[in-house]
């Protein structure tokens, strides 16, 4: 019903940039929250940013002043503009939405697939 598809993962030397995007696509009628979470080898998922649909957004502390997230509601998609990368954040980041069906008035959480980044010190 819904989609999720996560881009702009890819390898980058430690103190660069890369910049995530995920767009969600189905039977859409309005989406909540849309966030970011990743999960580095041997460790659990965990929670890296998060924009609600007015605009207010949370980071984790350890990406505070090196992420920014944003999004583009007319195109339900939402970015992860990543500075001053370091060797811990490697990790595949994935996207997750609260969406709220055309069918359905309640709201259901997705996540994308999964988008690998990799920092190289």
């Known amino acids: 019903q819904v989609q999720l598809v996560e881009s702009g993962g890819g390898l980058v030397q430690a103190g660069g940039s890369l910049r995530l995007s995920c767009a969600a696509s189905?039977?859409?009628?309005?989406?909540?929250?849309m966030d970011w979470y990743r999960q580095a080898p041997g460790k659990q998922r965990e929670f890296v940013a998060r924009?609600?649909?007015?605009?207010?957004?949370n980071y984790a502390d350890s990406v505070k002043g090196r992420f920014t997230i944003s999004r583009d509601n007319a195109k339900n998609t939402v970015y992860l503009q990543m500075n001053s990368l370091k060797p811990e954040d490697t990790a595949v980041y994935y996207c997750?939405?609260?969406?709220?069906?055309?069918?359905?008035?309640?709201?259901?959480?997705?996540w994308g697939q999964g988008t690998q980044v990799t920092v190289s010190s």
């Open positions: 997750n939405a609260g969406v709220v069906l055309i069918v359905s008035p309640r709201e259901y959480r997705y």
């Open positions: 189905g039977m859409i009628r309005s989406i909540n929250d």
């Open positions: 924009m609600a649909s007015g605009g207010s957004t």
